[in-house]
């Protein structure tokens, strides 16, 4: 367990704890931890997530059946905070492999680790660092494999308007694993070149406010894709119609954020 310079010293029943007396990210931590492991696989969990019984053993086996292999599990709400759930709330789904191989549930045989160095602490200290390891590791020639028996419980955390705006808003570094990673625009961007899919038709609805003038059978043609999202969105995440202007103002945060770290580094991302 590696405690990262939180202010109450970490114990942990039956583990050894490495204590960084400053807080370096999770980049950083992890890298203390797992070349003090002595097992040739190793798996990672975050503190803000509870393994379900079972995990553990479903990730090995999944390991055994393929030998070199980095091993992915599933990752849903924690059922016991769902009435936290809303347009305010920080939560994680991954509900199959890939593409960011998000490290709250991850296995990967310390050879892999070994071969391409570990985590990255200096290029992504706090946001991706996941996502870019992954990366390395598919470019070296390991393979993912999907365990979903492997189930991690993550956090439900109500953050409030503002704190999922300045959530929206920490992106830009993140954008640098696309300037690395190319494969990843292959294989994520919506069309080749947006982030999301909502951040399309965001643009899309913004060119058309644009072109109103000219055309309001173009301007509503090329809007109401996204607006009828934001509408869904009110259903699915939560708030109602009612939600819809903080979807709005949400997704405008998000896209700055991405094109800054688009010009950042140098690639091109919407």
Known sequence: ???????????????RVVRRAVAGGPSA???????????????????????TPGWLAALVAAAEAAPGAVVQGRTLPDPAEADRLGPFARSLWVEEPGPYYQACNIL?????????GGFDAEAFP?????????????????????APDALVHHAVVDLGPAGKLR????????IRLFARHRALRREHLTRGLF?????????RSLLGLALRRRS???????????VRNLLLRGVSEGGGPAAAPFYLVHDLVELVAVLRGAVRYRTPVL
Do not use: Q
Request: overall charge negative; aromatic content about 12%; proline content about 6%.
């Open 126 to 146: 706090h946001v991706g660092e996941d996502t870019d390891l992954a990366w390395r590791a598919r470019a070296a020639g390991a393979r993912i494999e999907w």
């Open 167 to 174: 959530m929206a808003a920490r992106w830009t570094p993140s």
């Open 195 to 203: 982030w999301k899919g909502t951040h399309y038709l965001l643009v």
């Open 1 to 15: 367990v590696v405690d990262d310079g939180s202010l109450s010293p970490v114990a942990a029943t039956g583990a």
């Open 29 to 51: 931590a992890r890298n203390d931890g797992w070349p003090l492991a002595r097992a040739p696989l190793v798996a990672f969990v975050d503190d803000d997530c509870v393994t």
């Open 108 to 116: 990967y045989p310390r050879a892999v680790l070994e071969s391409v």
């Open 216 to 226: 309001r059978w173009l301007a509503l043609w090329l809007g109401a894709p996204y």
